[in-house]
């Protein structure tokens, strides 16, 4: 029987994760590879336009579905790569695999925020419905904190994590809970490391003429966000507005066009950030040749970084709402880190914005804690990855 590696995750398959999560490495190295697909009953209200039916990919519409295919698979020829945060909503999930006594990885393919007080540090500045809300969700972490010691289970063994994982911990350092402590801890390269090392050295152009690049997040359209308010198509509307008419002094004031690297789930179908070219799956190239980058808060902002670009840094009025305001702060301290402001386009005059480049020894800083480090620069994830799994099928043979 061909060792095996379970993908298990809160959404479909797409394109992006496929490759972040090495796939066809995977393959190719002869692992019998499953993607477990658990959002139509975890996640139901997430639709993704480019999803990827392969023939790998298994849906489920219920626990019980789970564990029916997880009873039936061979502990010791397969390692479960979990990418669903540990929290007390997912407890019954986490309690079933470790009952099954299954060996648990997480690739975390996101570099840690920037901006991350602590519960203390913010509590100080919050006050009513915000306060309550981070002391019920502190309340809810600390729950789950007890559920697990009552019933003593262990689940994650493994993390991947990019760069230090003391800093890009999966634990909830947060609220100063620590749910979780893997047994062993590998640093990998942030996927668009990857890319960028792969496309940096290019000439081809996408587009000869020179532009702005406008690294999109589809804001407040977002599956990940949308649920947030029933207003959602409203503050969209007021948030294209916004854009449309910032781009429209950049062009007139730069003499060149602005182009939307749009998020891959983005779907604009109406001149929603004006008549302007709009593309996907191509923003390490973009951002490659652009002159100059304008960005909110995207993982995707780590190629303005990479490629060493003119910066900005814009938020809306919109993302100053209270169900939006996390968006805003992180926004703000990214900028922070490296030393620029976070222009609010409704409330600045455009002739204070200013592009700039990021500060040598800050761009350093930031690539070396958020996006790769020493040990894994000149590296691979997929020759990590795969030679730390080989490893860990060996030990579970040898039990």
Sequence with gaps: MAKKIVIIHLNPLLKRLKSAFLIEPYLDSGFDVEYWDLSPFYNRSVKFPDELLEPYVFKFNSLGEVEKRLAGIDKKKAVFIVQIPEIWHFRLFFRMLAGYKCYIANINLYSPSVYAPSFRELARDLAGKELLYHVLRWGVVKAYFYYKKLYNYK???????????????MNHPFYGVNINQPARETSINLSDYEIFQDIKNDTARIIENKYIIFIDQYFPLHAELV???????????????????????????FQMPVVIA????????????????ILKNKTAELARD????????????????LFDKPLVFVKTNNMNLYIYRFLANKISGLAGFFNKEAYNIDQCPYEKIEFSKTEKSLREKYIYTYVTSPEAENKKNKEIVINEFNRVFDMLESF
């Design 155 to 169: 689940t994650f063994h493994h993390y991947f994590a990019v760069s230090d994982p003391k800093i890009n911990s």
């Design 227 to 253: 649920h947030r308010s029933r207003q959602s198509p409203v503050i969209a509307k007021a948030y294209h507005r916004s854009m449309r008419t910032f781009f429209d002094w950049l062009e007139n004031q």
């Design 262 to 277: 749009a998020h891959p789930s983005a779907v604009y179908e109406n001149n929603e950030l004006g008549d302007r070219q």
């Design 290 to 305: 652009a002159e100059m980058v304008v960005a909110h808060y995207s993982t995707s902002n780590v190629y303005a970084i």
